[in-house]
């Protein structure tokens, strides 16, 4: 009953509407350049990584080649310092033509042709971040159908060089100005973040009728530290943050980092299995053409990406926060499934957490746990106590369900995983439990 009640009330402070392109009902997956790649335009020195089309046309070609696409990562996106000084005749926004020499229409095309969708970059100010030509108030409308123009699928408008009103106005201009093009854009807010992610400056509600995603708090960094501040910052203000989100309006706690320097493997299932919980955009920033077989197979986990593909998209939230360092989290997800994450703060040792479902809200009733990494299997009771080792800095992550009505097939297919082949192999080699 207090689960029911807990998924009602998540459901009903998640209607409020959508903005109304029909874009993005789940979280965008996909690969972000920012993190990783910076604004390293030095392509005479380090050709492989400055920021050029050769890069977004290598990770595009790991994404369809390597198995990422068909789990839902399809967009490719250009963040900060792809533009040149100087805007074009017309006044339009221009590639740097030295390091982007056939242009973006033909990097879109590029990616339409492989499946995959192309995300660009711009700021709602006189500059960008990086110092490149930023889009004021008077390009609003000139710089979104520039985009529309090349077949772009995604815009990220950050905030750089803005004041609070001239923010006010620019971001709903902008997101009047790509839905009047025609041309379907997904729009990615970083408004929330410049003004401190919190009512009253922040308004979600208006968030949610303009931006298919939107940035709340600072950048995230290759290390760990730095994904514990975001996600002490998220889950401190879930009350706040949760129902903001839905299909259509996504909550971006930023981009993911693991296959990166700064995380063990421990935390870099921490972040995916947090991201998860969270509904998060997932937007990796790392190097694909050279990833570890680990990072990739956390990143691949597809129990993980049904989890953030959740057709309910409801957000997640922390129910438990022991005082000796671990935490619990808790997502409702279709078909009365629920994924729950034990999370250790601790550096001693790995930690056994012992409690029951019944500890943690579940009504009265036989469950399944299946671990996301492990893939084993436990069938329990509500009250039946069952003991959790938590790493530190770990996770453990299970799908919980009732024994008998769902099955990994129906699970996939509710998280909207398409793919041609990739369930059946491993369907046959579960536990009979699972099946
Ligand atoms: C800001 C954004 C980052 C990135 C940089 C680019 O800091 O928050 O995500 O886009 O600008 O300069």
Redesign the pocket.
Known sequence: MRLFLLVLTSVLCGTSVALDNGLMRTPPMGWLA??RF??DIDCYNDPKNCISETLFTDMADRLAEDGWRELGYVYVNI???WSSMERDQQGRLQADPKRFPMGIRNLSQYMHARGLKLGI?G?MGSH???GYPGTPLDKIELDAQTFADWEVDMF?F???YSNASEQEKGYPLMSKALNATGHPIAYSC?WP?YQGGLPPKVNYTQLGKICNLW?NY???QDSWGSVLSIVDWFFDNQDVLAPAAGPGRWNDP??LIVGDFGLSLDQSQTQMSLWAIMAAPLFMSNDLRTISADARRILQNKVLIGINQDPLGIQGRRIVKEKYGIEVFWRPLQNNVSALVFFSRRSDMPYRYHTSLKKLNYATGNYKLFDAFTSRTTLVKDATDFVVSVNPSGVVTFLVSAPATINRRQFYNGGKLHGPSFEDAEENSLPPVFL
């Open positions: 920012w993190e910076r604004c963040d900060d310092c970059y700021d960008t971040c990086g990220k950050d905030g750089c970083s973040a940035r600072g950048d995230i930023d981009m």
